[in-house]
């Protein structure tokens, strides 16, 4: 037996979770297809499976929420887009008779 440690066999694994346990929403998570194991790829939690599902759907119907507001949002932007042009198309129907009727006629 040897009494110099060969260095190869050390491994030395930088710890690079951007969160702690206890700290971290679990929004980043990792699927382990073969063992069918779900983790957080901030904190390395082991996560169930039913909780990955249940915190996407309601990631999901956040995500339709926000649609169905900016989709009433567009159509309220859309409306007013058409009052005002129509505003400016009745304007400068005004300015037109306006300025006809004061062109000088040839009596
Ligand atoms: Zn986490």
Redesign the pocket.
Known sequence: MSKVVDIRKFRVTRDERT?R?GE?????IKLDRHGGIVT??????ALSAFWALEMLSEQYASALANIARLDQRLTQANDLIAALSAALDDRQTIQKSTLMSDVPTLD
């Not at 971290?24 to 980043?28: D, I, K, N, V, Y």
């Open positions: 969160h346990p971290c929403a679990h929004r980043h957080c790829g901030n904190c390395g939690a």
